[in-house]
T-cell receptor, first 114, second 118 residues
Framework: AQKITQTQPGMFVQEKEAVTLDCTYD???????LFWYKQPSSGEMIFLIY??????QNATEGRYSLNFQKARKSANLVISASQLGDSAMYFC???????????FGAGTTVTVRA | DAGVIQSPRHEVTEMGQEVTLRCKPI?????LFWYRQTMMRGLELLIY????????DSGMPEDRFSAKMPNASFSTLKIQPSEPRDSAVYFC????????????????FGPGTRLTVT
């Protein structure tokens, strides 16, 4: 079974608007963590944000925030005030228990329009 | 502080040749991961090490693939013999340290090696 599901293969967003990228996950372990990575066309994988399952508050890092809904098993990424440089592929990933291994979703391509 | 370093950045080789990819993790990180990324299969974990010891190699495709970590600052991924279906981008990533009092699980990726096998 897929551990991470990203249902949006591609999205368009207008510059300066916010965009939400969906991610749902599947685990039976009470301790887990969720990650988002950005992969621009240049190819590197850039770590954006992390949310632990026991964290009380939703994670935020600058213009990135993670909308963590534990009961729904969703960990959506919100990018506020989109910029042209945000155009990239975005991957959601999860670790379980004390394991450092990550399971990645298929990714969502975001294109920011001027 | 330097990030994860990978070499070569690009490799073009002929089928049947041996290929060696190299990785230097971030200093102080005690986990090292090798991934492969293709359009068809996405990002796949091949193998990972903790304190230079292989922990999980279940993602290694077959015996043609091998990985070593002789010390904390160097790892290799070798393909022998290479085949056209091995063409992909190979990433190395490292992780470790602490976020406050808790382990830091974030993985930091190298720039990748784009391998083309003809």
């Amino acid at each position: 079974a897929q551990k991470i599901t990203q249902t949006q293969p591609g999205m368009f967003v207008q510059e300066k608007e916010a965009v939400t990228l969906d991610c749902t996950y599947d685990t039976s372990d009470p301790s887990y963590g969720l990650f988002w990575y950005k992969q621009p066309s240049s190819g590197e994988m850039i770590f954006l944000i992390y949310q632990g399952s026991y964290d009380q508050q939703n994670a935020t890092e600058g213009r990135y925030s993670l909308n963590f809904q534990k009961a729904r098993k969703s960990a959506n990424l919100v990018i506020s005030a989109s910029q042209l440089g945000d155009s990239a592929m975005y991957f959601c990933a999860m670790r379980e228990g004390g394991d450092y291994k990550l399971s990645f979703g298929a990714g969502t391509t975001v294109t920011v329009r001027a | 502080d330097a990030g994860v370093i990978q070499s070569p950045r690009h490799e073009v080789t002929e089928m049947g040749q041996e290929v060696t990819l190299r990785c230097k993790p971030i200093s102080g990180h005690d986990y090292l991961f090798w991934y492969r990324q293709t359009m068809m299969r996405g990002l796949e974990l091949l193998i990972y090490f903790n304190n230079n010891v292989p922990i999980d190699d279940s993602g290694m495709p077959e015996d043609r693939f091998s990985a070593k970590m002789p010390n904390a600052s160097f790892s290799t991924l070798k393909i022998q013999p290479s085949e056209p279906r091995d063409s992909a981008v190979y990433f190395c990533a490292s992780s470790g340290g602490f976020r406050g009092a808790l382990p830091s699980y974030e993985q930091y990726f190298g720039p990748g090696t784009r391998l083309t096998v003809t």
